[in-house]
């Protein structure tokens, strides 16, 4: 178990790697996650101190990273290794300075992301750099010589007491649970790399998701209450109120869904826009209700995937939280990670944000 920074003394340095730079940056590797290979570590290497890099292979490994990252006061942090990795490290760390953590009241680090998962929904976020060329090592390299353009804050939801960008019932959960059970069961030997990443998830949809939804009803009686947070507020196709607000405790939605969803920023994976609306109000999530046919999405679906599609059957809302109450199970995600079946959550914004490297320049 590595819980110490890499070492890697064998290796030249640029003069860049200079532990004198400033501002002093701290980058994780996931070393468990696909792309996070030796190539990648060595690179990163080259432009950071060993004493700033470190590799992490259980939570347990991050969870020591964070306290040592707090320790030392590092102002800005990377992962690397996908929106999991960034959301775990962000729990740890939010969670140590929280009011009964070992570094209560302290200040928590602004947290930047490499483009080193499957999905990269964070990473799309802020426009970061791909694996091609240099374009990670640079994202490092800007921040760690000032040449960020911006910081972007972001909230998050809170979803079973974690922080997630985005949970949701329903389709998205059973093709996340496809995937998971494709990768597990027929991803092995010389399947591996064609059944990870978009690969696996086009085989999901493909050989379990579309052949369960030809015999089965993808339509649950589902009822969505707004929480006692605040007003909740029905969005137009212009991502703009429409009619009166919801009080609290008054009821959203009640009807047969195919789909309840929620996030704090625009993008699930590999680039779909999801919630177009997400960033459009501080302090509230983008609530997505689906009553559209699995035919009706297959017709649009590009436009769909580019956040620019608004049938009737598409029910939008800014809330701070909210209870989803299924008539049966349904599959459910937490953050792009498969996690059951539930016929209940209840979703809130979490009472801090964070602040993210922004490579759009974007402060909003």
Not at 171 to 185: M, P, Q, R, S, T
Not at 201 to 209: E, G, L, P, Q, R
């Amino acid at each position: 178990m590595l819980v110490q920074p890499l070492r890697s003394p064998d290796l030249r340095r640029s003069p860049s790697a200079d532990v004198s730079a400033e501002p002093k940056v701290a980058v994780l590797l996931n070393a468990n996650a696909r792309k996070v290979d030796a190539r990648v570590v060595k690179s990163l290497s080259h432009v950071v101190p060993e004493q700033d890099l470190f590799l992490s292979r259980s939570q347990l490994d991050g969870r020591r990273i964070a306290q040592t990252v707090l320790e030392r006061g590092y102002p800005l942090v990377f992962t690397g290794g996908g929106d999991g990795t960034f959301m775990g490290f962000v729990n740890e760390v939010l969670q140590l300075v929280g009011p009964r953590g070992r570094f209560a009241g302290q200040q928590a680090p602004r947290f930047g992301i490499l483009k080193l998962g499957t999905g990269n929904g964070i990473a799309a976020h802020v426009n970061a750099s791909g694996t091609r060329g240099d374009g990670i090592l640079n994202d490092v390299l800007r921040a760690r010589t000032g040449e960020v353009p911006g910081f972007r804050p972001m909230d998050l939801l809170m979803v079973d007491g974690q922080r997630a960008p985005f949970a949701g019932l329903g389709v998205d959960g059973k093709v996340l649970n496809d995937y998971i059970w494709v990768k597990e069961n027929l991803g092995k030997g010389l399947l591996k790399s064609v059944l990870s990443g978009s690969g696996g998830y086009f085989s999901a949809v493909a050989c379990k998701t579309v052949p369960h939804y030809l015999t089965n009803s993808t339509w649950v009686e589902c009822e969505v209450v707004n929480g006692q947070a605040g007003e909740a507020y029905r969005l137009g196709a212009d991502g703009q109120p429409m009619g009166e607000p919801v009080a609290p405790g008054e009821l959203l939605f009640r009807g047969r869904l195919m789909m309840a969803a929620a996030g704090t920023m625009p993008f699930y994976g590999y680039g779909f826009r999801m919630f177009p609306f997400a960033c459009g109000r501080r302090g509230f999530m983008q609530l997505r209700l689906g009553q559209v046919t699995p035919t009706q999405v297959l017709a649009n679906l590009p436009r769909l995937w580019n956040g620019r599609w608004f049938p009737e059957g598409l029910h939008d809302f800014h809330v701070r939280d909210a209870t989803i109450r299924f008539a049966r199970p349904m599959p459910f995600q937490v953050g792009g990670d498969a996690a059951g079946y539930r016929d209940q959550v209840s979703l809130s914004v979490a009472p801090e944000s964070i602040e993210l490297v922004d490579f759009n320049g974007a402060l909003n």
